[in-house]
Structures are given as structure tokens and as C-alpha cells.
């Protein structure tokens, strides 16, 4: 019932940077965390960035000091910065919406959207 579509992805040299949009169909104030994963063909999906609603965020290791998550309250939107981008962060980024109300939770998924890097 929370639909995310992200927006964004595309080809880009190693070395460049491409930023990443999640535009929510509710508030992202009512959202426990937004994150963003990624799934290269023939590996498992991988968490790489989240922000929680009071704003703390965390990163995997292999993209920390390079992507930044941020969130836009009034747009219902979360961004993910990527830069120095490295061929290995090649893949299909998904926009990932988590919610707990009570003993429910709640994960939402968007489409995705693909990001390559060529070397």
C-alpha cells in the first residue's frame, strides 16, 4: 500500500557520480527507515545506505565516505549521492521503505532502476 518509485539511475564513467531519488506515496515521517539496496545479476541483494526517521544514517562498508543518504521531508523523498563511483557499483538499486505499527511490520519495495559504471 506504500508505493516507492525510484528515479536517477543510468550509465556513468568510473569516477563520476549519479544521485538516486525515492519518491514515496506517504509521508516518509510515518516511515521507521528508508534504505537502498542493490542487487548485481548473480549476487545477492545488498544493503548499502539507510536513514532512520530521526535522520541517523549508516553505509556498508564498501560505499562509506563515497554515498550520502538524505531525505526530503515536504517531498517524500530520499536521495542517495553517489560519487567516486567504482565499476563494482554496478547493479540495480532498490528503494526499501520499512514500518512497524505495533507487532506489524511492513517492507515496501520500489521497481528499482539501473546503475552502471563502465571502466
Known amino acids: 500500500q506504500v508505493q516507492l518509485v525510484e528515479s536517477g539511475g543510468g550509465l556513468v564513467q568510473a569516477g563520476g557520480s549519479l544521485t538516486l531519488a525515492c519518491a514515496a506515496s506517504?509521508?516518509?515521517?510515518?516511515?521507521?527507515?528508508m534504505n537502498w539496496y542493490r542487487q548485481a545479476p548473480g549476487k545477492q541483494r545488498e544493503l548499502v545506505a539507510t536513514?532512520?526517521?530521526?535522520?541517523?544514517?549508516n553505509y556498508a562498508d564498501s560505499v562509506k565516505g563515497r554515498f550520502t543518504v538524505s531525505r526530503d521531508n515536504a517531498k517524500n523523498t530520499v536521495y542517495l549521492q553517489m560519487v567516486s563511483l567504482k565499476p563494482e557499483d554496478t547493479a540495480v538499486y532498490y528503494c526499501?521503505?520499512?514500518?512497524?505499527?505495533?507487532?506489524?511490520?511492513?517492507?515496501?519495495w520500489g521497481q528499482g532502476t539501473q546503475v552502471t559504471v563502465s571502466s
Open positions: 526499501h521503505a520499512y514500518r512497524s505499527l505495533g507487532a506489524r511490520v511492513d517492507n515496501y
Open positions: 506517504i509521508s516518509i515521517v510515518s516511515i521507521n527507515a
Open positions: 536513514i532512520a526517521s530521526g535522520g541517523s544514517t
